[in-house]
């Protein structure tokens, strides 16, 4: 990648991801680990485009799915025992939303080209909960 998309996710990290993991950790009812690939969801010549779509792709679902799996204290009870950490990547260039989230061993992995399918948030929220639930 080059400086233009280095300079972008800098900026990213910098001034909006720390209220993204609020919003997250708010609609959960609790904290825990989220870990970002940075490199992997940089893609060359669309760095101008990162701020509106890494919210979309891979933060709004997972705030949607933590709001409606944790609406009630047993569930989020059950999800904050067995919940480690969150990974967020772009490794396939999956853009499937039906494919977006994986858990396993306490680990929810999302992995999502970040500028593809941008708008389907419900859709992937969707997904979070279902992969989720099924293994608890």
């Not at 792709?57 to 949607?64: D, E, I, R």
């Given at each position: ?70 609406s009630e204290d047993f569930a989020r009870e059950v999800i904050q025992e067995s919940l480690k950490k969150v990974v967020i990547q772009n490794y ?45």
């Open positions: 990648m080059g400086l233009a998309e280095r300079r972008a996710t800098k900026e990213f990290q910098d001034n909006r991801l720390e209220s993204l993991k609020e919003k997250i950790f708010k609609d959960a009812g609790f904290k825990f680990e989220i870990e970002v690939n940075w490199s992997t969801l940089e893609v060359d010549r669309f760095s101008h485009l990162y701020d509106e779509c890494w919210p979309k792709v891979y933060f709004q679902p997972l705030a949607k799915a933590f709001k409606e799996m944790c396939s260039d999956n853009h499937r939303s039906d494919k977006f989230a994986e858990f396993k061993s306490g680990t929810l992995t999302l992995n999502h080209s970040p500028i593809t399918n941008v708008d389907q948030v419900d859709d992937r929220a969707f997904n979070i909960q279902h992969v989720v639930e099924k293994e608890l």
